[in-house]
């Protein structure tokens, strides 16, 4: 069992930048992938950034270049610097990690979430 723990959401203005950050209670280099979703009121839960155990990393189109997902091993962290912040980034933020279990299934553990608001 894998828990996260979100932290960094806050109220913003337009144009401003944040830096979101998930504890992870297991050595992330263990965890295949970690990404952040994002999920606002009314709307689907959406991926806006994901990362590999090898680093390689995939951004939803609406986020390129303004978003950045990282991983800091030493510290088990996965972190989304965001910039140039829009009203239609606000959301409550999830940090979600995959792990190949014994089994050879994949797990799916997520954060309980930070809520990030972006005032206009």
């Known amino acids: 069992q894998v828990q996260l723990v979100e932290s960094g959401g806050a109220l913003v203005q337009a144009g401003g930048s944040l830096r979101l950050s998930c504890a992870a209670s297991?050595?992330?280099?263990?965890?295949?992938?970690m990404a952040w979703y994002r999920q606002a009121p009314g709307k689907q839960r959406e991926l806006v950034a994901g990362?590999?155990?090898?680093?390689?990393?995939n951004y939803a189109d609406s986020v390129k270049g303004r978003f950045t997902i990282s991983r800091d091993n030493a510290k088990n962290t996965l972190h989304l610097q965001m910039s140039s912040l829009k009203p239609e980034d606000t959301a409550n933020y999830y940090c979600?990690?995959?792990?190949?279990?014994?089994?050879?299934?994949?797990?799916?553990?997520w954060g309980q979430g930070t809520q990030v608001t972006v005032s206009s």
């Open positions: 979600n990690a995959g792990q190949m279990g014994s089994d050879y299934l994949l797990y799916d553990y």
């Open positions: 990362i590999s155990n090898s680093g390689r990393t």
């Open positions: 297991t050595v992330i280099a263990s965890l295949n992938t």
